[in-house]
């Protein structure tokens, strides 16, 4: 007897639109790709994340909190909102904190979209930027980049005139790394509607601003009598990503105030709060970080463009790399040998992986690996 399978009470306690959400792609599991391999160990190229380290006043300020985790956060988080406004010249009140900047994009859909309206954002691009919008019901019109990575100021203008209500644009661009330069980004700002909020995600912007052509989308926005917020986070460059500390700087604190009453009210913990205030005071290691950093992605650059293969001109810390072959392959391969990169599944870039950098010996065992995989394939 064929049985007709009814749904469950749970699943039609579900909302529609939550049903039908992509799942947010964290990466394949470190522990598994070891056990499935018997590699030594792992190398884990997949999130971005900085491999070298953050600063050692993080790891003193939170050992000086960790006798009062008794209490509750402070819910305002005032002393980092204020040591990131001191920094940009921007008052306290324009300043909100996430639990990562994820928490922000979150926040701004609870509070901004209403079912049926429209998002802009770019593709490839950061899968938030959709996910987010479609759980509050919302339509999402991805606009292309161009064959070679870059911003189509066309498709922008086109898209931009459709009112939509949020945009979001992330520079440098996450998968590709690529970033706009100031006079795209003035493109965008003269064709984003008055009434649309328009947010910029600059997740990577410390390792873009070495580049005298990178908008810092603060100084960019900040004369500009129109929603927006700037993103920001303290889990690329500062090396922060497992305390999950984002902020925000908006054009009014308005806009922070209708994200105070959707956010969780202790949304930040004491320890992260801590730790970004003590990442934030060092900017020599910042500058470390990022000076490593740009020379490591220029050399592996080079080196896999010197193979032949297509790599995208990365202002981040990863690089969106043409495999030339089904990358779900190449990245099982790399599994094989406890090596973990994405492979991008939005349509168009199913050849592509983005790997992030590691330290300069990961790196060569990876870039070793994948030539190894990509000639293979040739013979
Ligand atoms: C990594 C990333 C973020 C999220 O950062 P968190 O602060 O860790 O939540 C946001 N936007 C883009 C484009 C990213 O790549």
């Known amino acids: ?48 994340e900085n491999p070298f380290g953050a600063s050692p006043a993080v790891a003193a300020a939170v050992h000086r909190r960790l006798a009062a985790t008794t209490r509750y956060p402070d819910p305002t988080a005032k002393r980092l909102a204020e040591a990131i406004g001191r920094t ?49 019901g919302a339509r999402v019109e991805k606009v292309p980049v161009t064959g070679e990575f870059g911003f189509d100021a066309t498709a922008w203008r086109h898209a931009l005139a459709a009112a939509p209500k949020l945009v979001f644009l992330a520079n440098p661009c996450n998968p590709t790394g690529v970033m706009l330069t100031g006079a795209e980004l003035d493109h965008i700002v003269a064709a984003t509607p008055q009434s649309a909020l328009l947010v910029l995600d600059e997740a990577y912007c410390e390792f873009a ?113 043409d495999t030339g072959g089904d990358a779900d392959d190449v990245v099982r391969q790399l599994h094989r040998s406890g090596i973990i990169v994405k492979a991008w599944r939005e349509p168009g870039y199913q050849k592509f992986i983005r790997a992030s950098l590691s330290t300069p010996e990961e790196n060569d065992l990876f870039v070793h690996r994948l030539l190894e995989i990509c000639r293979r394939r040739e013979r």
């Open 1 to 48: 007897m064929t049985h007709v399978r009814e749904p469950s009470a749970t699943e039609s306690l579900v909302r529609r639109e939550v049903a039908g959400l992509p799942a947010y792609d964290p990466g394949a599991d470190p522990d598994e790709v070891a056990r499935a391999s018997g590699a030594t160990r792992v190398i884990k190229l997949s999130n971005n």
């Open 88 to 136: 940009l010249a921007v008052p306290a009140g324009r300043i909100v904190i996430g639990n990562g900047s994820e928490n922000i994009l979150e926040m701004l859909c609870q509070a901004v979209l209403d079912p049926g309206d429209l998002v802009v954002t770019q593709a490839p691009g950061f899968s938030l930027h959709e996910i987010f919008p479609r759980m509050m």
């Open 209 to 321: 601003r070495p580049n005298p052509a990178y908008p810092d989308g603060v100084e960019v926005l900040r004369d500009h009598n129109r929603p927006w917020i700037v993103l920001r986070t303290f889990s690329k460059a500062y090396g922060l990503a497992g305390f999950r500390v984002g902020y925000g700087i908006a054009s009014h604190s308005t806009l922070v105030q209708a994200l105070d009453r959707v956010r969780t009210p202790y949304n930040v913990n004491q320890l992260a709060q801590d730790a970004a205030v003590a990442a934030l005071g060092d900017r020599a290691h910042l500058a470390e970080t990022v000076r490593r950093t740009g020379v490591e992605i220029a050399r592996l650059a080079a080196r896999l463009r010197g193979a032949g293969l297509r790599v995208a001109p990365s202002a981040a810390n990863f690089l969106f790399i």
